[in-house]
């Protein structure tokens, strides 16, 4: 399978008559826009604001931020059954515009806060973000729709946007093309080159509404492990749907579109060592679930995938870390050598114990950062995303102290940030 990621590096947004690219400034039809996504009666009225980076500006009720993409060539579009039909993505051209996020903003009775600072201390433990040119959608919640239907609304809010946005780049000579390109699993099989054969264990979340990963636009709450091409990932067939839960518990849609870990088992594949697949898997609910899930994620990884070694990584916190080391466990037991990417819960000072479940198999940990380390952050100039936090009883241009999970992209368990721990 091979997969053509044309990119095109966008320097400034703005709006203007019609949504267009030219000479890396992205000028968009706010009313067009909005006529798009308001044709949703899930939403009610919407809102779009430009937030630029190195700005004094405050992003505040963040739920998932996007990069804009959409198929120029291949089947169905990026973000199968959601925006689109349902075909095979990974295949044929995708194009990227870098350097531009779709930031999906709304209110909701439960989820928990989330903030993007685009200057001072905020924005350098969030550089990724603080960076982008970020399209900000602001929706309102109509009463007769309850809080389900509102958030199923705003994740296709986000991805109708994105595919909207991308279209601008058609026709148009890319800044750079990537190419992702992997051999069917008898191809793989046949590697002789007596390097390492490594397997990536991706581990999603699926447990409730607004707390669901979407895999192919589907909730994937009973999903056993599943193999899939890597090129699938870059392409949208996984994108953030939990929508009740800390940023520092999980991976916004657009690090899962650059997906971290894949990059560099692609980059080193050949060289170092010999990357034969991905499984994904959901971190379930209960106990007989999670070990069932392990004993069966380690039979394709070892007797499928015929592994040497494994990544393993998981989405949210606490509950999953259960998944994460059943599944460590499992491999090894089977002679597959694990590395675990995990991010720390213990307290703010660090001094408690930062996961919820260990056992002795897991030797070989990465930290990307303890999720509860607070940070004071300045006033800021400006507030967009709402009026209003929707739990800080405090006004949400101010100053404030806040722990790391409020902050999208301080801590990634995917590779998406620049924080990590180191033990002596």
């Not at 279209?167 to 000579?173: Q, S, W």
């Not at 390109?181 to 991706?202: D, F, I, K, Q």
Request: net charge negative; charged share 20%.
């Amino acid at each position: 399978m091979r997969l053509e990621l044309a990119q095109y590096h966008i320097h400034d947004v703005c709006f203007g008559n019609q949504t267009i690219t030219k000479d890396g400034v992205l000028t968009i039809c706010k009313e067009e826009l909005l006529g798009l996504l308001e044709e949703d009666p899930r939403l009610g009225k919407v809102n779009i604001e430009l937030v630029h980076p190195g700005e004094k500006v405050r992003i505040i009720n963040v739920l998932d931020v996007i990069e804009p993409r959409v198929k120029a060539d291949g089947l169905g579009g990026v973000f199968p059954g959601i925006t689109g039909r349902v075909e095979i993505v990974g295949q044929g051209r995708t194009l990227a515009l870098k350097g531009v996020g779709i930031v999906n903003t709304g209110c909701t009775d439960i989820s928990l806060e989330a903030v993007i600072d685009m200057a001072g201390p905020g924005a350098r433990l969030s550089p990724y973000y603080s960076s982008l040119h970020n399209v900000v959608i602001v929706p309102t919640r109509v009463p007769h729709v309850d809080q389900i239907d509102f958030v199923e609304g705003m994740v296709a809010a986000g991805l109708k946007a994105a595919e909207y946005l991308a279209c601008a780049a058609k026709g148009l000579a890319p800044s750079e093309i990537e190419v992702y390109e992997m051999g069917t699993l008898t191809e793989t099989m046949s590697n002789a080159s007596g390097l390492p054969r490594v397997a990536y264990l991706y581990q999603i979340y699926s447990h409730r509404d607004m707390r669901d990963t979407r895999y192919y636009g589907e909730k994937p709450r009973h999903l056993i492990p599943t193999l899939i091409h890597p090129n699938e990932v870059f392409d949208g067939a996984i994108v953030a749907g939990d929508y009740d839960m800390p940023s520092g518990m999980k991976n916004e849609t657009i690090v899962i579109q650059n997906h971290p870990i894949i990059k560099e088992l692609y980059k080193r594949h050949g060289k170092e060592l010999w990357f034969v697949g991905i499984v994904i898997t959901n971190e379930h609910a209960r106990i007989d679930e999670k070990e069932k899930s392990a004993v069966l994620a380690a039979k394709m990884i070892k007797h499928i995938l015929g592994a040497d070694a494994a990544i393993i990584s998981q989405t949210g916190g606490g509950h999953p870390n259960i998944d994460l080391m059943l599944n460590c466990r499992k491999c090894e037991q089977q002679g597959i050598k694990t590395v675990i990417v995990v991010s720390e819960e213990s307290s703010a000072d660090g001094s408690q114990f930062p996961l919820t479940m260990i056992v002795p198999e897991a030797n070989a940990i990465i930290s990307t950062g303890n999720i509860n380390e607070e940070v004071e952050l300045p006033a800021m100039e400006r507030v967009v995303g709402g009026e209003k936090f929707r739990r800080l009883k405090v006004f949400p241009n101010g100053e404030l102290r806040i722990p790391f999970y409020m902050i999208p992209g301080s801590t990634s368990q995917i590779g998406g940030a620049r924080i990590t721990a180191s033990y002596f």
